[in-house]
């Protein structure tokens, strides 16, 4: 497996044509953005994990039929100080770093005392932000980082502590239909509390509509929740939203915040502070958008690792959520290298299955309802919410499919009722994985596969002017496991998963985590924001689009 995840990837710094075959619909026009982990050795050191690797970005421009690609490394922070020592110097979440031998045991003293509260790294590596007329790249810690997403220059670096109180974010925002961004990070320890901070940035800065002001100045706090425990908060990495609700899960996949304090003195990385107690429950907290505060039932389910939301909507009083779910955190130990590039097969095995599950959540429970009823009504799905003695309402999922991941949807539906879901068929193990399209209304699905192809995220573009919810194109960025074989970009048809066109490049390309298409404004007045259909451009309101 050291072709798709050890081996340091080139840049491919100016724009190569791909060799088409097939039929590019001639309304796609834009540009396919993508980022994930390039670079894992500098120099003789090298990350241990998957996830720590440095960002490298990559596009594939798509007009008038032509295709073409480049790649750039992101120029972060963390970046320049590893090159320029031709090491490692900077602490990635799974691999700590020692820039260098300390002279004397004073010099090492404040070596020690400046990371026992870290900060973070700046290697924004996980996913791509719109924020007004902007593009970032973004992870999970306080920074993002501003790029160009036409040369994918790297631009300035953006804390978040500036303008809100969270030391990490997750790198999976939500849109409203005229651009506003809504995120959730974490405060750790911030006067004497630890708590789950929801943020809002307007699309545009306040009293301007002049391109170029940044609007994150006007960042303002939506809402916060407590963390059940001061020094264990929850680990995530998506949210969920409906028109009118956001869903937070707080579960058992904690990080250990006095752990982390010591970890650089210990010589262990900030990830062997986290931990899953599955003896522990996964809280489920529904905020109300219109009052900005959670709504009081407590619901809790089973122990469960989310990493990713898929969508969620309102139904006959109750918020209907589905998610991936994980038996246990054994995702994250699967994407050490040394577990990656050795005895993968076996390894694999011992991963829980990424399941799908939706979950049914009662808004307003019924005071006088038996102890132990189901308070479900929705005949739409089998999920249970049993009401117990102590007024807490367990929750029981439907499990729809199992062996998926990096789901996307149709973004129109986002927040709404919907229908389709397009992700990587996960088979933990060297096969490879294929491409699918999942019914929950049928629950049949479709699928594309191919020898030696590994498909990264598959990415929904809708036909301008579309009526149903899967007409359109996927598109999904394809790596090989055959070094003779050429990455290519794959376009599918939406409704039927045939293959509409490839785009093969002669470049290094990496297996990358996720991304979003800009449609080209000037052709395709419809989509306004990356991936999204924008049905009022000046509307304002709760949020229900994500990236």
Same mark, same amino acid.
């Given at each position: 497996m050291e072709i798709i995840f050890g081996r340091n990837k080139k840049e491919q710094l100016e724009p190569v044509s791909a060799r088409v075959t097939g039929a590019i619909p001639a309304w796609l026009q834009g540009t396919l953005l993508r980022n994930g982990p390039g670079m894992h050795t500098v120099g003789e050191s090298k990350y241990n994990h998957w996830f720590d690797g440095l960002a490298l970005l990559h596009s594939f421009s798509i007009r008038d039929g032509e295709v073409f690609y480049r790649s750039k490394y992101l120029h972060s922070d963390t970046y320049s100080a590893n090159i320029e020592a031709n090491k490692i110097v900077v602490s990635e979440f799974g691999t700590m770093a020692y820039p260098d031998p300390c002279k004397n045991i004073f010099s090492k003293a404040f070596s020690y005392l400046s990371h026992t509260i870290p900060d973070f790294t700046d290697n924004c590596? @996980?996913? @791509?932000?719109?924020? *007004?007329?902007?593009?970032?790249?973004?992870? &999970?810690?306080?920074?993002?980082?501003? @790029?160009?997403?036409?040369?994918? &220059?790297?631009? &300035? /670096?953006?804390?978040?502590? /500036?303008?809100?109180?969270?030391?990490?974010?997750?790198?999976?925002?939500?849109?409203?239909?005229?651009?506003?961004?809504?995120?959730?990070?974490? %405060?750790?320890?911030?006067?004497?509390?630890?708590?789950?901070?929801?943020?809002?940035?307007?699309?545009?800065?306040?009293?301007?509509? /002049?391109?170029?002001?940044?609007?994150?100045?006007?960042?303002?706090?939506?809402?916060? @929740?407590?963390?059940?425990?001061?020094?264990?908060? %929850?680990?995530?990495?998506?949210? *969920?939203?409906?028109e009118s609700y956001v869903i937070f899960l707080e579960q058992p996949f904690k990080l250990d915040i006095l752990k982390m304090a010591t970890a650089y003195m210990r010589g262990v990385s900030w990830a062997s502070c986290m931990s899953f107690h599955r003896e522990d429950k996964t809280y489920i907290h529904i905020i109300d958008q219109r009052t900005r505060k959670p709504v009081p039932t407590k619901f809790y389910t089973d122990p469960m690792v989310v990493f990713h939301h898929v969508n969620a909507y309102e139904e006959d009083g109750c918020v209907v959520f589905d998610v991936i779910a994980y038996e246990d955190s054994s995702l994250y130990q699967l994407f050490y290298l040394a577990n990656l590039n050795q005895n993968f097969e076996e390894n694999s095995r011992m991963t829980s299955v990424p399941t799908l599950k939706r979950f049914a959540v009662p808004l307003h429970v019924d005071k006088n309802a038996e102890v132990g009823s189901n308070l479900i009504k929705v005949t739409s799905t089998r999920a249970t919410a049993l009401k117990e003695k102590d007024g807490h309402v367990y929750c029981q999922p439907e499990v729809l499919y199992e062996g998926l991941e990096l789901p996307r949807i149709n973004y129109a539906h986002n927040g709404k009722p919907y229908r389709y879901i397009f992700a990587a068929e996960v088979q933990w193990s060297p096969i490879p994985t294929k491409i699918l399209k999942y019914d929950v209304l049928t629950k049949s699905s479709l699928k594309w596969g191919e020898e030696c192809c590994w498909p990264a995220e598959p990415v929904f573009v809708p036909t301008p002017g579309a009526k149903d919810e899967d007409d359109g194109v996927i598109l999904s960025a394809i790596v090989s496991t055959d070094p003779q074989k050429l990455p290519f970009l794959l376009i599918l048809d939406a409704k039927t998963f045939t293959e509409l066109a490839r785009a093969s490049v002669d470049a290094d390309m990496h297996l990358d985590l996720h991304g979003l298409f800009i449609p080209d404004v000037d052709r395709s007045a419809e989509n306004q924001t990356p991936a999204m259909m924008q049905e009022d451009e000046n509307s304002e309101g709760p949020i229900t689009q994500q990236a």
């Open positions: 590596l @996980i996913n @791509i932000m719109k924020c *007004g007329d902007d593009f970032y790249a973004t992870t &999970e810690t306080n920074y993002i980082r501003k @790029i160009n997403p036409q040369t994918l &220059e790297t631009l &300035e /670096k953006v804390d978040y502590r /500036k303008y809100v109180a969270v030391n990490l974010a997750t790198a999976h925002p939500h849109y409203d239909a005229a651009g506003n961004v809504l995120n959730m990070g974490t %405060s750790i320890v911030d006067n004497g509390r630890t708590k789950y901070v929801m943020f809002k940035i307007p699309a545009t800065a306040p009293g301007t509509k /002049k391109k170029g002001k940044s609007p994150l100045k006007h960042t303002e706090v939506f809402c916060s @929740i407590p963390s059940r425990s001061l020094l264990s908060p %929850s680990y995530y990495h998506s949210f *969920g939203v409906t």
